[in-house]
Antibody, heavy 117, light 110 residues
Framework: EVQLVGSGGGLVQPGGSLRLSCAAS????????MHWVRQVPGKGLVWVSA????????TYADSVKGRFTSSRDNAKNTLYLQMNSLRAEDTAVYYC??????????WGQGTLVTVSS | QSALTQPRSVSGSPGQSVTISCTGT?????????VSWYQQHPGKGPKLMIY???KRPSGVPDRFSGSKSGNTASLTISGLQAEDEADYYC??????????FGGGTKLTVL
């Protein structure tokens, strides 16, 4: 069974940093593009970032460019999202998802990030 | 990176068909045949229902179908069932390996 388990979320002050992890099981990470998608509770999905199979290419939404960095360790079957200079508007549930560059077939359970003083 | 436009809500009775539209621009929906659709039940993660405009992943009922014309993509659900009640999101490739989602549509099965 495919499982993507997110961790690392929590409460952080504005301007602070947080690193999210997404551990894959029953799923070979290196076979897929991976994405981060966020959702403010009660609101819609917003694409955040993508990283290609070997981690050599990353892309970001304009709202997080220069502040967030996606990376992956295929040997550990784990995806990461380093989030710096966090703002209140970054508060959301963050999902990791795997698939192709254009679709997301496998989704994690989401991890909540709250940016507040 | 403006969100794609979806109706906020649609509804239908069991057995009926409903269509959810997703309007983008010539830079995303109109430019590529890479529209996907996701179903999300309350408190759950999204589920891929359609990819590449009209392809269904294994396990998705053939009651779900997708199409595209110009800058607008559509998801049609035929033979509505109670378990189809959920939020639905479209998503389009927007070039340079970026994606954009729609605002989401709440489907109510009456």
């Amino acid at each position: 069974e495919v499982q993507l388990v997110g961790s690392g979320g929590g409460l952080v002050q504005p301007g602070g940093s947080l690193r999210l992890s997404c551990a894959a099981s029953g799923f070979t990470l290196s076979n897929y593009w991976m994405h981060w998608v966020r959702q403010v509770p009660g609101k819609g999905l917003v694409w955040v970032s993508a990283i290609n199979n070997d981690g050599s290419a990353t892309t970001y939404a304009d709202s997080v460019k220069g502040r967030f960095t996606s990376s992956r360790d295929n040997a550990k079957n784990t995806l990461y999202l380093q989030m710096n200079s966090l703002r209140a508007e970054d508060t959301a549930v963050y999902y990791c998802a795997g698939g192709d560059s254009t679709w997301l077939a496998y989704w994690g359970q989401g991890t909540l990030v709250t940016v507040s003083s | 990176q403006s969100a794609l436009t979806q109706p906020r809500s649609v509804s239908g009775s069991p057995g009926q068909s409903v269509t959810i539209s997703c309007t983008g621009t010539s830079s995303n929906v109109g430019a590529y045949n890479y529209v996907s659709w996701y179903q999300q039940h309350p408190g759950k993660g999204p589920k891929l229902m359609i990819y590449d405009v009209s392809k269904r992943p294994s396990g998705v009922p053939d009651r779900f179908s997708g199409s595209k014309s110009g800058n607008t993509a559509s998801l049609t659900i035929s033979g509505l069932q109670a378990e189809d009640e959920a939020d639905y999101y479209c998503c389009s490739y927007a070039g340079s390996y970026t994606l954009v989602f729609g605002g989401g549509t709440k489907l109510t099965v009456l």
